[in-house]
C-alpha cells in the first residue's frame, strides 16, 4: 500500500527540539521529492520545507535557520529536526510526497499528520 | 515570496449547485497551480495540478482553470461529499505557498 506515516511529534518546551519522521511504502520514495507542511489549530496550511529526490533543500523564512530537513533513501524515511521552538510552531505537521524528483510540483500523496505541541 | 488569495472565504451551497472558487497569484506563476480538498481532521487531497489536469481518481465534476495570475476550481453538481475546505498552491518557485482556503458548506 502507498503510504506515509509520521511520528515524533509531541509536547515541547519553547526552545525545545524535536525531529520528526515520516516513513514511506508502497512507492520508490527515492525517485520523488518530500515536503513538510503544518497546519495550526484551526488554521490553513503552510509549507515548511522540501527536499529534492537528493539533498537540495528549501524552506519557509519562517523556519530557515530553526528546521533542518533531511531524508535517508536507505530507510525510505524523511526527517524534520526542529530547534528553538516557539509557541507558533505549534501545529500538525504533514509530511508530503512531490509528483517528481524535482521539488517543483504538486503534493500527491499526504501522511495522516503528527502533533506538535510548543508549550511550558 | 508570490503571494495565492482564495475568494470567497466561505461558501454556501446546497446538493447539485454549480461551485466556484477563485485564486489569484500575485505575479504570475504560469500554470503550476494544483487545488487540494481537506475534510477536517484528514489530510489534504490532491484534486488538479497543472492548474487544469485532474489527478487519478477524482471525480470529473471537478475541473481547474486558469494561467497567470487568476485561476478558478469548478464543482458541477455538488455533491454531499463535496462539503470541505479546499486549497490553492502555487508552485512556480522554490518558495511554495498556499491560499487561505475556502470552506464549502451547506
Known amino acids: 500500500e502507498v503510504q506515509l506515516l509520521e511520528s515524533g511529534g509531541g509536547l515541547v518546551q519553547p526552545g525545545g527540539s524535536l525531529r520528526l519522521s515520516c516513513a514511506a511504502s508502497?512507492?520508490?520514495?527515492?525517485?520523488?521529492?518530500m515536503s513538510w507542511v503544518r497546519q495550526a489549530p484551526g488554521k490553513g496550511l503552510e509549507w515548511v520545507s522540501a527536499?529534492?529526490?537528493?539533498?537540495?533543500?528549501y524552506y519557509a523564512d519562517s523556519v530557515k535557520g530553526r528546521f533542518t530537513i533531511s531524508r535517508d533513501n536507505s530507510k525510505n524515511t524523511l526527517y524534520l529536526q526542529m530547534s528553538s521552538l516557539r509557541a507558533e510552531d505549534t501545529a500538525i505537521y504533514y509530511c508530503?510526497?512531490?509528483?517528481?524528483?524535482?521539488?517543483?510540483?504538486?503534493?500527491?500523496?499526504w501522511g495522516q499528520g503528527t502533533m506538535v505541541t510548543v508549550s511550558s | 515570496d508570490i503571494q495565492m488569495t482564495q475568494s470567497p472565504s466561505t461558501l454556501s451551497a446546497s446538493v447539485g449547485d454549480r461551485v466556484t472558487i477563485t485564486c489569484r497569484a500575485s505575479?504570475?506563476?504560469?500554470?503550476?497551480l494544483a487545488w487540494y480538498q481537506q475534510k477536517p481532521g484528514k489530510a489534504p487531497n490532491l484534486l488538479i495540478y497543472k492548474a487544469s489536469s485532474l489527478e487519478n481518481g477524482v471525480p470529473s465534476r471537478f475541473s481547474g482553470s486558469g494561467s497567470g495570475t487568476e485561476f478558478t476550481l469548478t464543482i458541477t453538481s455538488l455533491q454531499p461529499d463535496d462539503f470541505a475546505t479546499y486549497y490553492c498552491?502555487?508552485?512556480?518557485?522554490?518558495?511554495?505557498?498556499f491560499g487561505q482556503g475556502t470552506k464549502v458548506e451547506i
Open positions: 527536499i529534492s529526490g537528493g539533498t537540495t533543500t
Open positions: 508502497g512507492f520508490s520514495f527515492s525517485s520523488y521529492a
Open positions: 508530503a510526497k512531490g509528483a517528481s524528483i524535482a521539488p517543483r510540483c504538486a503534493f500527491d500523496l
Open positions: 498552491q502555487h508552485y512556480n518557485s522554490y518558495s511554495w505557498a
Open positions: 505575479q504570475s506563476i504560469s500554470s503550476w
